[in-house]
């Protein structure tokens, strides 16, 4: 599979997350499928809800300068992956930044978090420094599951994941997919 993006004027293409559909993840001799653009994914612009992605998948645009740096971490249908925004000071040696974690359903873009007064949201600030990727840890009984991500000093931040749910017979991490 070819994702090909030809120069954007006027825009910094490094900050994107992409999430693009395999037609064919067991490689069962479909031909191969040609190069997509941005153009054939849909933008996940705000919080989304599962019936607006069309085409072969969705991808998120974040601030100039906020770069993604974390692998991604895939758990009870949701993506996770760290951010990092640079300060722009003269001086790099006093040079900081600032962490954000975004958690979104890995079909569809739809944000996990909520803010204070419960709209979804698709991401966290998450103080700074430089995150670590995503460590889950998972509960007694599938219960109080926890996203662990630690940043440059040494601090470390826990935020609550989503419950396992025994009864869909769904998948827990990718890893698990079989032929």
């Given at each position: 599979?070819?994702?090909?993006?030809?120069?954007?004027?006027?825009?910094?293409?490094?900050?994107?997350?992409?999430?693009?559909?395999?037609?064919?993840?067991?490689?069962?001799?479909?031909a191969?499928?040609?190069?997509?653009?941005?153009s054939?994914?849909?933008?996940?612009?705000?919080?989304?809800?599962?019936?607006n992605?069309?085409?072969?998948?969705?991808?998120?645009?974040?601030?100039?300068?906020?770069?993604?740096?974390?692998?991604?971490?895939?758990?009870?249908?949701?993506?996770?992956?760290?951010?990092?925004?640079?300060?722009?000071?003269?001086?790099?040696?006093?040079?900081?930044?600032?962490?954000?974690?975004?958690?979104?359903?890995?079909?569809?873009?739809?944000?996990?978090?909520?803010?204070?007064?419960?709209e979804?949201?698709?991401?966290?600030?998450?103080?700074?420094?430089?995150?670590?990727?995503?460590?889950?840890?998972?509960?007694?009984?599938?219960?109080?599951?926890?996203?662990?991500?630690?940043?440059s000093?040494?601090?470390?931040?826990?935020?609550?994941?989503?419950?396992?749910?025994?009864?869909?017979?769904?998948?827990?991490?990718?890893?698990?997919?079989?032929?």
């Amino acid at each position: 599979m070819n994702i090909g993006f030809d120069g954007l004027t006027g825009e910094d293409e490094n900050n994107r997350f992409y999430n693009v559909t395999d037609l064919d993840p067991y490689e069962q001799g479909v031909a191969p499928y040609g190069t997509l653009t941005e153009s054939d994914l849909t933008e996940i612009l705000g919080p989304s809800s599962c019936e607006n992605i069309t085409g072969r998948g969705f991808f998120l645009k974040t601030a100039d300068g906020e770069k993604f740096v974390t692998n991604a971490e895939i758990f009870q249908h949701y993506v996770f992956v760290g951010s990092f925004t640079p300060d722009t000071t003269a001086d790099p040696c006093t040079s900081k930044g600032n962490g954000t974690l975004y958690a979104f359903r890995v079909d569809c873009g739809q944000a996990l978090f909520s803010d204070s007064l419960g709209e979804p949201i698709i991401s966290i600030d998450i103080g700074e420094g430089m995150p670590t990727d995503p460590q889950i840890s998972v509960g007694v009984n599938g219960k109080d599951n926890r996203i662990y991500v630690e940043k440059s000093g040494a601090d470390l931040e826990s935020i609550a994941a989503p419950p396992l749910n025994f009864d869909d017979g769904s998948l827990i991490y990718w890893r698990e997919v079989t032929q």
